[in-house]
T-cell receptor
Framework: GQQVMQIPQYQHVQEGEDFTTYCNSS?????IQWYKQRPGGHPVFLIQ?????EVKKQKRLTFQFGEAKKNSSLHITATQTTDVGTYFC?????????????FGSGTRLSIRP | GAVVSQHPSRVICKSGTSVKIECRSL??????MFWYRQFPKQSLMLMAT?????????EQGVEKDKFLINHASLTLSTLTVTSAHPEDSSFYIC???????????FGPGTRLTVL
């Protein structure tokens, strides 16, 4: 079946260090979304990427969508304690239901102050 | 962003009882809503797609007779866990969007504990 994998599963960094999580899909995606879930909370939408090779930035966060539209990455520059949480990518398989998205396995980020 | 509410936020029940969870879109209409299940420190597993006015679409491996979904209006979807057992204990989250292909707004989730 269609799968969306993320690596690493966990990342523990010193505050101020950079962080990157990678997302890989077994199938081509129409678009990809990124969500952040704080401990004890629910997922919150961060961004959506649609175009092949697209790069978007939100302050210290940089999101990329691969040329083949099968992978994506989220990079955080100079992490802060407020960045703690689990980051999920969610892909919409190309040719599938327009409304269905498949969540990645998530990367849990923890930070040493 | 749009707001989705869930009720109850937490429920503890005895094995064999049924539990109903409500998911409401407060400021938008959702013809489609999604129900997920999340185990501790794991990803969201899509259980089913709830379609307003029609039957829900269940993912492979999810028992439709155990997890009853009703989407009676454009702002309300319900998930009923029938004859709950301890293995059904989990965090259940619903989501909805304002249109196909758009971002999903998640409810705060319902933590179900079956004793």
């Amino acid at each position: 079946g269609q799968q969306v994998m993320q690596i690493p599963q966990y990342q523990h960094v010193q505050e101020g260090e950079d962080f990157t999580t990678y997302c890989n899909s077994s199938t081509t995606l129409s678009n990809i979304q990124w969500y952040k879930q704080r401990p004890g909370g629910h997922p919150v939408f961060l961004i959506q990427l649609v175009k092949s090779g697209e790069v978007k930035k939100q302050k210290r966060l940089t999101f990329q969508f691969g040329e083949a539209k099968k992978n994506s990455s989220l990079h955080i520059t100079a992490t802060q304690t407020t960045d703690v949480g689990t980051y999920f990518c969610a892909g919409r398989p190309k040719g599938g239901s327009a409304s269905k998205i498949i969540f990645g396995s998530g990367t849990r980020l923890s930070i040493r102050p | 962003g749009a707001v989705v509410s869930q009720h109850p936020s937490r429920v503890i029940c005895k094995s064999g009882t049924s539990v109903k969870i409500e998911c409401r879109s407060l400021d938008f209409q959702a013809t489609t809503m999604f129900w997920y299940r999340q185990f501790p420190k794991q990803s969201l597993m899509l259980m089913a797609t709830s379609n307003e006015g029609s039957k829900a679409t269940y993912e492979q491996g999810v028992e439709k007779d155990k997890f009853l979904i009703n989407h009676a209006s454009l702002t309300l979807s319900t998930l009923t866990v029938t004859s709950a057992h301890p293995e059904d204990s989990s965090f259940y989250i619903c989501s909805g969007g304002e249109g196909l292909g758009n971002e999903q707004f998640f409810g705060p989730g319902t933590r179900l504990t079956v004793l």
